[in-house]
């Protein structure tokens, strides 16, 4: 596969800091932006267990370019080779990496390969935040198999409009606001696994959750 690069599997799930990949790289900085910018005020963002991946994100926001971004929760993720929220079906037979054959219409996911075990390879999959337009074509794709990846407001990005366009137009509700102190969601999915690690003295997840909690 072209520009796929070999890495330990086992150090990817082994590294406790990997758990703060669940929100992205891009997610994090941009909550610390947020933290920085916007002390007091609510945000917007999006309740991933409400979003239905309707596409809308991509053409309501009043941005050029949409300040929702599709992010990754490693902790969710199968890094499976037969991914559906990489692969269209047809590329999900082929496992091509042609651009006809994935889901991604700016090849914003990043797929790397990260080892061979019992006859199966295992990818993990980042998302270039700079080129994902927030379209969630991978995130209804992914959300037939684990649903790692979901949709997020980008509060380094989002100008913080008194009425959102976007959350106007979502038809599920999903657009909520929240404190400026804790303006990313997790997916009560991925909480319930955190709280698991944290449970087992995972201290890079237990700081995590202190920093995005969500709110139940």
């Known amino acids: 596969m072209n520009g796929e690069k070999q890495t330990d599997r086992r150090g990817f799930l082994a590294d406790g800091a990997r758990v703060a990949g669940v929100v992205s790289a891009g997610v994090l900085g941009g909550f610390l932006a947020g933290r920085r910018g916007q002390a007091e005020e609510n945000r917007w963002q999006i309740d991933p267990d409400k979003c239905v991946g309707c596409g809308n994100c991509a053409t309501h926001c009043v941005l050029d370019e949409s300040a929702v971004k599709c992010v990754q929760c490693f902790d969710m993720c199968g890094f499976c080779n ?8 047809d590329g999900l037979d082929s496992r091509d990496t042609a651009a006809e054959d994935l889901l991604c219409p700016t090849e914003a996911i990043i797929r790397t390969f990260v080892e061979g075990k019992a006859g199966q390879n295992f990818y993990e999959y980042t998302i270039d935040t700079d080129a994902c337009i927030g379209c969630a074509l991978c995130v209804k ?41 804790k303006p990313y969601r997790l997916k009560r999915v991925a909480l319930g696994v955190m709280r698991q690690k944290a449970g087992k003295a995972d201290k890079a997840a237990q700081k995590l959750i202190d920093q995005v909690q969500a709110d139940e």
């Open 141 to 181: 794709g992914c959300a037939l198999m684990n649903g790692s990846l979901y949709l997020q407001v980008m509060q380094d990005r989002c100008v913080n409009c008194n009425e959102c366009a976007i959350a106007v137009a979502c038809p599920s509700d999903a657009f909520v606001n929240v404190s400026s102190d």
């Open 82 to 89: 037969r991914c559906t929220g990489y692969y269209t079906l």
